[in-house]
């Protein structure tokens, strides 16, 4: 799996330790603090390019026949494209709590895999966003249910 | 910059990033406004930002602006740079 452009974790100093005791500085990040802020990075990344894409679809028009939208992976760095049609994005949009991605970018951490093809995996996010405007943003757009 | 100030660069940075991908993709003519997201430091705005990509080519020509709607929250020491009636210009290249 492609490595996310994050700051890695440092070895926390053993506790009890006479230096750790006496260290001034501020006591390093946890693994589970950094797992958690990690987490919580990724899915608030897939909200962004969820809605990057809504508004591609806006700008292409309901005329459109094929559009090329952003993956909604985690990763900020990834610049990989699906191109979909209006019907197909629709029945993807039509689960609020669905996001599509480029097959092999699916993190196991926040997604659930629900749906994989050649041109395009949905997953299901696993994990809380605790922002009240994400979570309104997430559900708000009433898309008709079809299949894709 | 503290800690708190540095998540609130990141997601600036993320906002950026997605708005590069959005003006990449978006199929319009020369001149055309497309609604950018609002890179604030707050993760949760979903603000719309009309600018053609003409404009936030010119704008993010300097890694160090982002573009916010007026009053958006800010990270300490940025200084606005210019505004109009859509978005204020904003610079972290103090910080």
């Known amino acids: 799996m492609r ?3 994050l700051p ?16 001034p500085f501020p006591a390093p ?9 990690l987490v919580g990075t990724l899915a608030r990344n897939q909200v962004i390019f969820h809605e990057v ?12 026949d094929l559009t090329l939208f952003v993956c909604e ?3 900020p760095c990834c610049s990989e494209g699906i191109e979909l049609d209006t019907i197909e994005y629709a029945a ?12 092999g970018h699916e993190r196991l951490e926040v997604d659930r895999v629900i749906d994989d093809s050649d041109r395009v995996m949905l997953v299901e996010k696993t994990v809380l966003v605790d922002d009240a405007d994400l979570k309104a943003a997430l559900g708000s757009r009433p898309w008709p249910a079809h299949g894709l | 910059m503290d800690s708190r100030d540095e998540r609130l660069a990141e997601n600036q940075r993320t906002f950026r990033h997605a708005n590069e991908r959005l003006g990449e ?27 053609s990509v003409g404009e936030f080519d010119v704008i993010h020509e300097d890694p160090y602006r982002y573009f916010v709607l007026s009053g958006h929250l800010r ?17 972290k290249e103090a910080l």
């Open chain 2, 75 to 91: 990270i300490d020491g940025e200084k606005i740079l210019e505004q109009n009636d859509r978005y204020d210009v904003v610079s």
């Open chain 2, 25 to 51: 993709l978006a199929d319009v003519q020369d001149g055309q406004r497309i609604p950018f997201l609002c890179e604030c430091a707050d993760i949760a705005c979903l603000g719309r930002v009309e600018a």
């Open chain 1, 8 to 23: 890695v974790p440092q070895p926390r100093s053993s506790p009890g330790t006479r230096g750790a005791e006496r260290s």
């Open chain 1, 73 to 75: 992976c985690g990763d």
């Open chain 1, 53 to 64: 894409n809504e508004r591609l679809r806006e700008i292409a028009g309901p005329a459109a």
């Open chain 1, 92 to 103: 993807v949009r039509s689960m609020p709590n669905v996001f599509m991605i480029v097959p």
């Open chain 1, 29 to 37: 990040t946890t693994e589970r603090e950094h797992n958690d802020r």
């Open chain 1, 3 to 5: 490595p996310l452009a």
